[in-house]
């Protein structure tokens, strides 16, 4: 049976493709009136129906690079190429037909061969531009360098771009390196050119209303009951804004009366936590006390927790889900990492599972929808991410179509716990431990502050520092290392957590802060 008559059987038996096919069209349409937000929703529902069909990511790569969102458009214009070697695999093994996605149609001008190739040239190309975009020079180098291999491979194809506009894209990404050696010197740079990028992330992408609803009155009074209860009323959450964030409303607590030094002001179980399995920890609340020590009773699973109650809270919450499956890989870059931000790259895993099992989009886990995500026009885009999400989904058997574990939802959990987890490094300066919690995570930061966190048993508990006065705000410092001066903390608490702090401490090093 040749190619044609095969995808003719195939539209017969799947129905869905013709409706799949009427959204690629609708989104097309969007994308000649620059409706690119329409052109969004018509290739993500036709994904959702037929995420087979290559041509929907490599448009919806495009929609990305015109909106302005180039960390989307790269795992768009790759999904774009696996699902067409996918295609190009089942093409040369007829006993597969059913697979073929019959997405492509010959024209008069081309082949179905010579448009999988087209289509395949402009994924890579939209490729190097998202990564170019990101600031990710030696991995858009490279890229580049791929796509220009293809040049003589697939002479024929007749590629919607030029081919000397690739060699001057590659002349440039060059040109940038070197001026960032030249900047910061050759090891820096590479390192940074190739792991390190940076995106612009304002707390939202325009089709998620979450945030916006997160200061919503049913959410505060849901809140508060809460705290009250879980403080015996000696705290309780305000609605407060920050100069540098504008009117944004944000969430804060404050002391609802005296609160002496050193009395626990409330406890808390983390929601979730995560480690770097550097130092042993329980699972799910990282403390190290195991004189009850459970293990995991599944064979194939190593996973360790304090005690039993521990093992079966993780289990209800995400470890079904997670029991016995390999993140060794993923747990290899956290370790590698250099901040602690490194074990954000371990959230998606449990915030995925969790997802999975509630039959939800990670987003809306009531435990921490409520969380302000960071936000900042310096994001890093960690380029190992794109490789941990892969494997995140393929791990926990999410199918790449169902949408509700998208791309862009992964990195807005990741810009969630980058700006509410509380941890810290193991004295060697490698990423140790962290957590997220419903309540603590709503505390704001202070270089003096009047609280601190003390891991007790499974607990958290939050302790005054000092007296707190009623009316006061209470307080945590985010980077906690004693042995840092002024001016890295001042930095570190820009580019890891957004905050440009105004305290008599920092406010000297404000107009130091940049990238590099
Ligand atoms: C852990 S949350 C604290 C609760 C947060 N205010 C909220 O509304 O959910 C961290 C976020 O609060 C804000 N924040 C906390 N302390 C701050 C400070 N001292 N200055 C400016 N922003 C601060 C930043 O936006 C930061 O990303």
């Not at 052109?39 to 959702?48: D, M």
């Not at 940038?176 to 820096?188: Q, T």
């Amino acid at each position: 049976m040749d190619l044609e008559s095969r995808i003719a059987l195939f539209s017969q038996t799947l129905p869905q493709t013709t409706e799949s096919l009427s959204h690629r069209y609708r989104g097309n349409k969007a994308m000649e009136n620059g409706d690119y937000n329409k052109a969004y929703a018509e290739y993500s529902k036709g994904i959702t129906i037929n995420p087979h069909d290559p041509a929907l990511w490599c448009n919806r790569a495009l929609t990305f690079l015109k909106l302005g969102y180039p960390e989307l458009a790269i795992v768009d214009a790759q999904r774009t190429i696996n699902t067409l070697d996918e295609f190009f695999r089942d093409y040369k093994n007829e006993n597969s037909a059913m697979r073929i996605p019959p997405i492509l149609k010959a024209s008069e001008k081309l082949s179905i061969d010579q448009k999988m190739i087209q289509l395949k040239c402009k994924a890579k190309y939209r490729e190097c531009l998202a990564l170019a975009n990101l600031e990710l020079y030696v991995c858009a180098t490279r890229s580049c360098k791929d796509l220009l291999k293809w040049k003589d491979l697939y002479a024929d194809a007749n590629v919607p771009f030029n081919w000397n506009d690739v060699q001057s894209l590659l002349e440039n990404f060059e040109k940038k390196f070197d001026e960032g050696c030249a900047r910061i010197g050759y090891d820096r740079y590479s390192e940074l050119a190739e792991n390190y990028g940076k995106y612009k992330f304002n707390g939202s992408y325009p089709w998620d209303s979450r945030q916006q609803n997160r200061a919503s009155d049913e959410t505060f009074d849901n809140l508060q009951q809460q705290i009250l209860q879980a403080s015996y009323s000696q705290a309780k959450i305000v609605k407060m804004t920050f100069e540098e964030s504008g009117e944004e409303i944000q969430y804060g607590l404050e002391a609802q009366c005296i609160i002496p030094k050193h009395k626990v002001i409330f406890e808390e179980a983390p929601f979730i936590s995560v480690n770097s399995k550097i130092n042993e920890r329980c699972d799910y609340c990282n403390s190290e006390d195991f004189l009850l020590k459970y293990i995991c009773p599944k064979s194939g699973c190593k996973e360790i927790f304090c005690n039993v109650n521990c093992y079966k809270r993780a289990y209800e919450l995400y470890h079904k889900v997670t029991c016995g499956k390999d993140f060794s890989e993923i747990v290899e870059i956290v370790q590698n990492g250099v901040s602690t931000s490194a074990l954000t790259h371990l959230y998606p895993i449990k915030l995925f599972a969790i997802g999975k099992i509630r039959d939800i989009c990670p987003l809306d886990i009531d435990e921490i929808k409520h969380l302000r995500r960071w936000e900042h026009e310096y994001v890093t885009f960690q380029a190992t991410m794109l490789y941990v999400y892969d494997k995140v989904m393929a791990l926990l058997g999410i199918p790449i179509g169902d949408l509700r574990f998208d791309f862009w939802v992964f990195i807005s959990l990741c810009c969630a716990m980058q700006g509410n987890v509380f941890g810290d490094k193991t004295v060697n300066s490698v990423p140790d431990y962290s957590s997220i919690f419903t309540w603590i995570s709503l505390i704001n930061h202070d270089c003096n502050p009047n609280a601190i966190l003390e891991i007790n048993e499974s607990k958290w508990q939050l302790k005054a520092n000092k007296k707190i006065r009623k009316g006061d705000a209470i307080t945590l410092t985010y980077v906690g290392y004693t042995w840092m001066n002024n001016k890295d903390r001042c930095r570190m608490l820009y580019l890891f957590r957004g905050i440009k702090c105004k305290c008599e401490n920092c406010i000297v090093y404000l107009d130091q802060l940049t990238r590099n």
